[in-house]
């Protein structure tokens, strides 16, 4: 399945799991993250907790990619800004993933 475009989303677990244990992260769409938009990387928490002091509070990162984009973008190392003003736009590429501690 390694580089099919399907052009659409897929069912949940259709993929093997990522290099961190994690499923279907990449190419089904774009994920937003509650980190606000910097540049970079520098003075980024290392804990794994959200980034919200500084860069553009109206920006969040969004990863993964979406079926309607190249593979390129489809990865999870690969980020993008996305400008919710208000946090009430939506788009049809880009949603949320709720996670849970066992």
Not at 1 to 22: C, E, V, Y
Not at 34 to 63: C, F, L, T
Not at 67 to 85: H, I, M, P, Q
């Amino acid at each position: 399945m390694k580089g099919d475009n399907w052009g659409k989303t897929t069912p949940i677990s259709s993929f093997p799991a990522n290099s961190l244990g994690l499923y279907d992260m990449s190419g089904n769409l774009w994920e937003w993250c509650a980190d606000v938009w910097h540049e970079n990387y520098y003075n980024a928490p290392s804990d794994g907790s959200v980034w919200m002091s500084g860069g553009e509070q109206n920006k969040r990162v969004i990863r993964g990619g979406s079926w309607v984009d190249e593979g390129a973008y489809c990865r999870t190392t690969y980020r993008f800004l996305k400008d919710f003003d208000g946090l009430n736009k939506h788009n049809f590429n880009v949603g949320f993933r709720l996670a849970r501690h066992p």
